[in-house]
């Protein structure tokens, strides 16, 4: 069984300075991980993906996530935030435990910047 | 390319009524993933279906069901509407069901149920 844990619902910074969004998960096999961002009144868009190869990804907006398997963690980070940047981000895991491709959600991280 | 449409935008119901919500996915898509967004729950997998089948479903009563027709466009029903059931629906669309593939989401539908 696959699951997910995002740590802070919220996550509160200045215009400017490190985000710094946490997702650590849980898979019996090797996992593939996603990052999305959910703006206001919108579906979900994303913005990063890891599958196999380099741990370190980069995905659109600046954003980038590294994959550490022995922490088991996909922490997402972007060295200066935006207020446009203000949304709620999910993480989510995704295995093909029992032939199901069906990703697994965290609860979301809601980042509030402020200028 | 459109993306995921879905429809109503919004849709208010009353106890014990039924819904059905609509998705289309982006032409070329064939697997379609409903979701139920609940405050500040994240996203619960309701369904999924390929190719017309219903493939896997979430921990939902039946009274949640849905099909998929020959154009690959969806529809979630919902029976017996309970207060709980009030959330955003999200449909998402694929190219093909694998592990690495990105899903695309609609908009959704939000669902007040009074």
């Known amino acids: 069984a696959q699951s997910v844990t995002q740590l802070g619902s919220h996550v509160s910074v200045s215009e400017g300075a490190l985000v710094l969004l946490r997702c650590n998960y849980s898979?019996?096999?090797?996992?593939?991980l996603f990052w999305y961002v959910q703006y206001p009144n919108q579906g979900l868009q994303l913005l990063l993906k890891y599958t196999t190869g380099a741990t370190l990804v980069k995905g659109i907006n600046g954003f980038e996530a590294e994959f550490k398997k022995s922490e088991t963690s996909f922490h997402l980070t972007k060295p200066s935030a935006h207020m446009s940047d203000a949304a709620e981000y999910f993480c989510?895991?995704?295995?093909?435990?029992?032939?199901?491709?069906?990703?697994?959600f965290g609860r979301g991280t809601s980042l509030i910047v402020h200028p | 390319e459109a993306g995921v449409t879905q429809s109503p935008t919004h849709l208010i119901k009353t106890r014990g009524q039924q819904a059905t919500l609509r998705c289309s996915p982006i032409?070329?898509?064939?697997?379609v993933y409903w979701y139920q967004q609940a405050l500040g729950l994240g996203l619960q997998f309701l369904l999924w279906?390929?190719?017309?089948?219903?493939?896997n479903r979430g921990n939902f009563p039946p009274r949640f069901s849905g099909r998929q027709f020959p154009n690959y466009s969806s529809e979630l029903n919902v029976n017996a509407l309970e207060l709980e059931d009030s959330a955003l629906y999200l449909c998402?669309?694929?190219?093909?069901?694998?592990?690495?593939?990105?899903?695309?989401f609609g908009p959704g539908t939000r669902l007040t149920v009074l």
């Open positions: 998402a669309s694929i190219r093909y069901p694998l592990s690495t593939d990105t899903q695309y």
């Open positions: 279906y390929d190719e017309g089948e219903e493939r």
């Open positions: 898979s019996s096999v090797p996992p593939y």
């Open positions: 032409s070329g898509h064939t697997s």
């Open positions: 989510a895991v995704s295995d093909q435990t029992g032939g199901s491709y069906i990703p697994t």
